[in-house]
């Protein structure tokens, strides 16, 4: 029989203690503890949520962009109007940016802290928008208009090839189908979503991304995936749990979805391109929230819980490249 040598062609590494960046793939005998063991990929069934830097205005309702470091969060309401407020994470803590230039909530983001896009959103009473907004790093630009005023949909993408899906449009929250592209320059009508929802999320790129949960009525949560590849939607496999305003992020292979309501949950799904299995909750349970980046490095904040102030605080969820395991030798 051959033995570890003869099949990979080196020795199994003898070290005084678990590497600190171990290496996927990765054999070795740790001399200190007298265990064999080997490292695998991580997965979102290891991450956990740790608490990060708090925002600087409190509110819900607000839309997201960039990464875990290097995060934007703008618009949304604090309690006392609409927000136009815009700030910056750098992994740490949130300074202002430039203010959008029409105050809104139920907005839309897409791309990166110094190429965001911003669009549509709601005004109250019964005021849906169809406008975008370009930032720079620095300070918000006018861009062209979406065909269909409305808000509470889901976009992904970045700011020169993003996707606005679903929502809410006149007349008072009808439920959209209404699926839009940003080429940077202009927004075109394209393949509509199989199920007309609002306060959906999204996740993924202009070709390959992924709808999830929304309301398919006033008090309908809905638990339904859908797949872009490009040009057309298809159904995938359902969320455990319906949800709405809830936060999302992510690719269409590893994607997030967190917090969310009408009953208000802590509760968190990972999509891993065919099924969603339930992860490691939140610190605290929310919704109306928004959030960016990737599944490995995610980023959550703002939003409210009923009969509570809105909240400023941020969660980071994170887990590792490689997993060290002890191998069973018994």
């Known amino acids: ?16 203690s678990d590497p600190p960046s171990p290496i996927v793939g990765q054999v070795f005998y740790n001399s200190t503890t007298q265990i064999l063991k080997g490292v695998r990929a991580g997965v979102a069934a290891d991450g956990t949520w740790a608490s990060g830097g708090n925002l600087t205005t409190a509110r819900q309702r607000l839309a997201g962009a960039g990464t875990q470091t290097a995060g934007l969060a703008f618009g949304g309401t604090n309690g006392d109007g609409l927000s136009a407020a815009t700030e910056e994470y750098n992994g740490t803590s949130w300074t202002d940016g430039g203010n959008l230039n029409l105050a809104r909530r139920s907005l839309t983001g897409a791309g990166t802290q110094t190429a965001a896009l911003g669009f549509g959103g709601y005004t109250p009473p019964q005021s849906y928008k169809n406008q975008s907004e370009e930032y720079n790093g620095t300070s918000w630009a006018e861009g062209n208009n979406l065909n269909t005023a409305r808000g509470y949909s889901a976009g992904f993408g970045i700011q020169t090839a993003a996707l606005n899906v679903g929502g809410a449009k006149a007349p008072s929250f009808t439920r ?4 839009e592209q940003y080429n940077g320059t202009s927004w075109s009508e394209i393949a509509e979503i199989n199920t007309a929802r609002f306060s959906l999320r999204g996740a993924g790129t202009t070709t390959a991304g992924l709808g999830f949960g929304g309301y398919t009525a006033t008090t309908a949560t809905s638990n339904t995936s859908e797949e872009w590849n490009g040009t057309a939607w298809a159904e995938g496999n359902n969320l455990n749990t319906g949800r709405s305003y809830a936060a999302g992020f992510g690719i269409q292979t590893l994607a997030l979805a967190a917090g969310g309501g009408p009953t208000v949950t802590a509760n968190t799904e990972a999509y891993n391109g065919t099924s969603w299995t339930e992860v490691n909750n939140l610190a605290a349970a929310r919704r109306k929230v928004s959030g960016n980046g990737t599944q490995a490095a995610g980023l959550l904040y703002g939003g409210n819980s009923p009969g509570t102030a809105n909240f400023n605080n941020t969660e980071e969820f994170t887990y590792a490249d490689g997993v060290v395991l002890t191998f069973d030798v018994s």
């Open 1 to 16: 029989m051959a033995d570890y040598k003869g099949i990979k062609g080196f020795k199994v590494q003898v070290l005084d």
């Open 176 to 179: 959209s189908n209404d699926v």
